[in-house]
Each structure stands twice: as C-alpha cells, then as structure tokens.
C-alpha cells in the first residue's frame, strides 16, 4: 500500500508531533494526519475524532484502508470531550476557524499539564494567541507555511503561567517573530493590508483608530526588521 499524501500545511503540523506521541487529532476529517504519522513511525497510537458522523466515516475507512485499525481509534465526540481515556501527549486542532478552536479548548476536559496543543486555525490567529497567553497557556514554537494561502502553526503548553503580548504580536506570533520566521515578511504584508482596510473603515464610521494605528505602526517596524528571507 502506497503511503498516503499529505499536503505542506499538513507536513508542517506533522512535523510538529513529537516522536512516539500518543496523537489526539481533533476535527481529523478524512483522518490522513495520523495515518500519515503512523505510517512514518512517528508515533505510537492515536485517536482520530471527528464531531461529525461523515467525516469519521471517512476516517475510518482510510485507517482500515491502510492497515492500521490496531495503532488508530476513531471516536465521535465534541472537540476534546472523552479524548482524556485516550491518554494523549499530543494534541492536534487543525484546519477549523479560530473561535471553535479556543471554544474546544475552553471546554476541555483532559488533563492539560505536559501536552502539546499544536494548533492551526484557518481564521482569527491573534484571537487564539490571546486566549492561550489569559488561559495559563505558554506559546513555544510557531510556523508559517504556504500553499495558496498563508497558514499559521501554533505550538503550546498548558504551564498556568498568564502573559500578555503587544498587539502586532498576537496577529505575527512573537516566535515568529524572535526566528524571523520565512514568510515572515509576506504574512507581515497580508497582515498590514487588513489593518489599513480596518483603519479606513472605523474612520469612516467614525470611530477611534489610535490603538489601530499604533499596532499598524508596530507592524511596520517588524516588516522592516525581516531580513533576507521571503
Ligand atoms: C476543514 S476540516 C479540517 C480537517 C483536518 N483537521 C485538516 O486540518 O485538514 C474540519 C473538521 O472539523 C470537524 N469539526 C468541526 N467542529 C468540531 C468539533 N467541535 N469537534 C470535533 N470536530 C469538529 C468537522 O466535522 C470537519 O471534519
């Protein structure tokens, strides 16, 4: 059986788990992340979960397609609801808008301490980055990856530790930033874009722009600072 394709954003939150993880992959869909890492040893077991009935199908029949009934469950539950009796150290929430994602971590129920939550929304990356640093979860790797659209890849802990970040960090990711991340400068681009439109928009409607200038402000400075890679 030939191996099964994944795409780059794919590949870039793959690379993300660590090796022998025990994978909860959350919203798995068509379920080809953890047949992917099952198949290149990267880890132990997992449990793809999908909230809807469709999907799982789907995931199921992939895992039985590959051979791999006995290294992955599926289960059909509301974001991390009885993932815990599956015991993971990996945690994937990949490809949903960011506010379902910080609803299902919200709602969580497993025991956060010493898992990784490898996290990509499709939208609103700054509002997941402010809901990690007020909830006691510290940011420890992030990536930028492209493939059509730009996407962001956000790594974190549960420490209990509350931190704050400036408002460019939120929408760029501060480790992004600190690595100068390649694609920094072109997210950067995308980002300073939204924020003149935004700007425009409450001017119009007569609304206050000084915070919303001094973040565009701040973007400006960290495009200008991205140095030699695009
Ligand atoms: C666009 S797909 C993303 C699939 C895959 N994770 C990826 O990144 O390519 C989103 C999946 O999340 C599932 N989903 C939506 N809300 C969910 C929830 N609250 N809990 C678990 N899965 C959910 C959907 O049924 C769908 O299969």
Redesign the pocket.
């Known amino acids: 059986m030939l191996p099964v394709v994944i795409d780059k954003?794919?590949t870039c939150?793959a690379k993300c788990v660590r090796q022998d993880a025990i994978l909860a992959?959350?919203?798995?869909?068509?379920g080809?992340?953890p047949i992917y890492l099952a198949q290149t040893g990267k880890i132990s077991k997992a449990v793809a979960?999908?909230?809807?009935e469709?999907?799982?199908q789907k995931a199921k029949n992939n895992v039985k397609k590959y051979g791999l009934d006995g290294q992955i469950d599926t289960y059909l539950?509301?974001?991390?609801k009885g993932i815990e009796r599956f015991s993971p150290t990996d945690v994937?929430?990949?490809?949903?808008g960011g506010e379902?994602i910080e609803?299902?971590l919200q709602e969580q129920t497993i025991n956060k301490t010493g898992v990784k939550y490898i996290l990509?929304p499709?939208t609103k990356e700054e509002s997941v980055r402010m809901f990690l640093c007020e909830n006691g979860y510290t940011v420890t790797d992030e990536y930028i990856v492209e493939e059509g659209k730009i996407y962001q890849i956000i790594c974190a802990e549960y420490t209990g530790e509350f931190t704050a970040m400036t408002p460019a960090e939120y929408l760029l990711g501060r480790i992004n930033i600190e690595k100068n991340e390649r694609l920094l400068e072109k997210l950067a681009d995308k980002v300073i874009s939204r924020q003149k439109v935004k700007i425009a928009g409450r001017q119009k409607a007569g609304l206050s722009v000084e915070e919303d200038v001094r973040c565009l402000d701040e973007l400006l400075v960290i495009k200008e600072n991205c140095y030699g890679k695009r």
Request: proline letters at 3%.
């Open positions: 954003r794919m939150i992959d959350i919203g798995t869909d068509h080809k992340l979960a999908d909230i809807n469709m999907p799982l539950t509301d974001g991390l994937v929430i990949a490809g949903m379902l609803q299902i990509q499709m």
